[in-house]
């Protein structure tokens, strides 16, 4: 299937002269954005779409070769760009979708002019200098849960990376969009999420960036955010009051708030 937008299940909605493209995090879909792209569609036209073995993508279009880095989804998200005609738009990327967008900027500077870094992280693993939150055998032992029992591990795991344990439904979600993944399709896209180190591809970064790190966030914690504003040429970072990994879940009208006045 070449068309990208039936292999992505693409949507596009809304009205504006400029499109804002919402990307979800790992494990995920587009769906992870239903509280807040369409408040964008006034002003906007609204893209979403999901990665290749997520959400109602094509399975069949899953490449083990070509996901084996982020360059491969990086290579989607500028052919969905292309074929919706943006231009100098607005790039929203979740989670592992932050560094996804990175590298789709970097390579085709004029489809993105904006980028919205949602609990970014460029590398997982501490390294010297560096607060990456994780050691290596902290990642290995996560892919080797990951392989041996999935859908155990997306039921352990969900509900830390959501936090807010006074709202359990948003832990109960997540897992099951964990759940509803092909397994073999996340181990590998865990495998090259948690062990990509895209640190050098951030000072490369031309567009103006907003980054919002919430707090308590167990998978990219405040050095993180803190880093990757740094290193960014043009950003400006935004602490939520937010907690856990998924604001656009947890607390849709701060990171609408942030959203619209970056923008």
């Known amino acids: 299937m070449n068309d990208p937008s039936q292999r992505h299940n693409v949507a596009i909605t809304g009205q504006g002269e400029r499109t804002i493209m919402f990307a979800h995090g790992y494990g995920c879909d587009q769906n992870m954005w239903r509280l807040v792209a369409p408040a964008f569609e006034k002003d906007f036209r ?37 074929a919706a005609n943006i231009n100098k738009g607005v790039f929203v990327g979740h989670s592992v979708s932050a560094m996804i967008g990175v590298l789709a900027a ?13 609990g970014p992280s460029p590398r997982y693993i501490d390294d010297a200098g560096y607060v990456g939150g994780f050691s290596r055998n902290d990642i290995d032992e996560l892919l080797e849960s990951l392989e041996s029992n999935y859908l155990g591990w997306s039921r352990a ?10 709202r359990p439904e948003l832990g ?3 897992a099951n969009s964990f759940c509803r993944a092909d397994p073999a399709i996340s181990r590998q896209f865990a495998e090259v999420t948690f062990l990509s180190d895209n640190r050098a591809d951030l000072a490369k970064v031309q567009a103006r960036t907003l980054v919002l790190q919430c707090a308590d966030d167990i998978i990219a914690p405040i050095p993180v955010g803190r880093f990757v504003h740094h290193v960014l040429p043009q950003s400006e970072l935004v602490m939520l009051q937010a907690t856990g ?9 701060e990171t609408i708030r942030h959203l619209r006045n970056f923008l």
């Open 157 to 166: 795991m969900a509900p830390a990376i959501m936090g807010n344990p006074d």
């Open 172 to 174: 109960e979600e997540l």
């Open 46 to 82: 609204v893209v979403l779409f999901d990665y290749v073995g997520f959400g109602h993508s094509d399975v069949k279009a899953y490449d083990p070769e070509k996901y084996d880095s982020l360059d491969g989804y990086a290579s989607d998200v500028i052919e969905i760009a292309k």
């Open 245 to 253: 990994h998924c604001p656009n879940l947890s607390a849709p009208a």
């Open 106 to 118: 970097n390579r085709e500077p004029e489809l993105f002019s904006d980028l919205v870094l949602v």
